[in-house]
């Protein structure tokens, strides 16, 4: 796949990707395709090794090419363990599908869960981009679910959701 968007010189920066479903799988092979280097954390083993294999969870034209290019280049890697996977991450990009109910009401405790499960391994500093779409006050409840898990993060959230309805 030829990119006319030029990579960008970013070796220094490493970025974690938690999510690793329709969302998080293209964003982190498309951080890997711009330079970044990129660490994607997937807890189920078999999809873990799906994704170590090169093969991306879902058919995005091109996907399997940059999931391809970024593993040989050592620019993108998948693990299972928290720790390794935010241990220098300067980003960590929180992308994991938000399920609703029958009403439509989201449920955000896998969210919630995965900032605690990190939390006492982010470098000071971290900032945490939440991309998976979730209601207003979401932000506040995992900067708290945060310190909570670690009362000494020094972490930096923001907020980018992926589409708006």
């Not at 280049?73 to 935010?86: C, I, N, Q, S, W």
């Not at 992308?95 to 990190?118: C, K, M, W, Y």
């Not at 979401?138 to 589409?163: F, G, I, K, S």
Request: aromatic share 4%.
């Amino acid at each position: 796949m030829r990119s006319t968007i030029p990579a960008v010189v970013s070796d220094d920066i490493s970025v974690a990707v938690l999510g690793l479903w329709h969302l998080g799988a293209v964003t982190a092979a498309g951080l890997a395709h711009l330079g970044y280097r990129v660490t994607g954390l997937e807890m189920h083993r078999s999809r873990l090794k799906a994704l170590v294999d090169g093969r991306p969870p879902i058919h995005e034209p091109g996907l399997a090419e940059m999931f391809a290019q970024g593993i040989a280049a050592g620019r993108l890697r998948f693990v299972g363990d928290p720790r390794t996977a935010v241990a220098d991450a300067g980003f960590v990009m929180l992308t994991a599908d938000v399920p609703v109910d029958e009403q439509d009401e989201p449920d955000i405790s896998g969210l919630i869960d995965a900032a605690r499960t990190i939390s006492p391994h982010l470098q000071p500093g971290a900032a945490l981009v939440v991309q998976s779409q979730v209601p207003v006050g979401t932000c506040a409840q995992l900067l708290q679910a945060v310190r909570q898990a670690n009362p000494h993060a020094e972490v930096h959230l923001a907020y980018c959701p992926e589409n708006l309805r």
